[in-house]
């Protein structure tokens, strides 16, 4: 069995426990990663969101992915498989999210927004950016991570962990009690 074929047996295994054991985390924010990378950005996101009280997981086209990096963790946070963008933005829309995506140049920082508990935080490919185009989703608002390097992005994975930071901070680090 060869390296790629491993991690797809694997993926299946904690998929399987995903369904039987993962509950929502204690805040009401949602992550969908948009055709990311199959490596390891995806496990990494996946054990950050356990560790910040995810709601849930959107992997959107990809049809597997590395579980390794996700440190077990793929089993306690909900995550579904949909095909396209389209899928998790008319689930979350019909459902009351506000959908927030990242752009280094919007006019807004990170640290500026007033979330309201239904937000939808939407990562996009480090190469390709979002699967969709800006203006099929006016209703998407524009965010930046204030950098001061040189550097053009931050790896998305880093990213995801700190949207997750600042969402649990900017409530006290407290969970609404309807969710405890």
């Given at each position: 069995m060869n390296k790629?074929?491993?991690?797809?047996?694997?993926?299946?295994?904690?998929?399987?426990?995903?369904?039987?054991?993962?509950?929502?985390?204690?805040?009401?924010?949602?992550?969908?990663?948009?055709?990311?990378k199959v490596d390891f950005n995806i496990g990494k996101i996946i054990r950050s969101a356990e560790a910040f009280g995810a709601r849930a997981i959107d992997v959107v086209g990809t049809i597997y992915f590395d579980p390794m990096p996700a440190k077990?963790?793929?089993?306690?946070?909900?995550?579904?498989?949909?095909?396209?963008?389209?899928?998790?933005?008319?689930h979350y829309q019909a459902q009351g999210y506000?959908?927030?995506?990242?752009?280094?140049?919007?006019?807004v920082g990170l640290h500026e927004e007033t979330f309201p508990d239904k937000s939808a935080f939407i990562l996009g490919h480090e190469g390709f950016g979002f699967s969709f185009k800006k203006e099929d989703?006016?209703?998407?608002?524009?965010?930046k991570i204030p950098?001061?390097?040189?550097?053009?992005?931050?790896?998305?994975?880093v990213a995801a962990s700190i949207v997750m930071y600042e969402f649990t901070r900017s409530r006290g680090f407290n969970p609404p009690a309807e969710s405890l």
């Open positions: 790629r074929q491993h991690m797809q047996k694997t993926f299946e295994r904690q998929r399987l426990l995903n369904k039987v054991l993962a509950t929502p985390g204690p805040f009401p924010y949602v992550l969908i990663l948009d055709h990311l077990g963790c793929m089993k306690r946070v909900p995550w579904v498989m949909r095909s396209t963008f389209i899928e998790s933005f008319q506000t959908f927030y995506a990242f752009d280094a140049n919007a006019p989703y006016p209703q998407i608002k524009y965010i950098q001061f390097g040189l550097v053009e992005s931050l790896n998305v994975s």
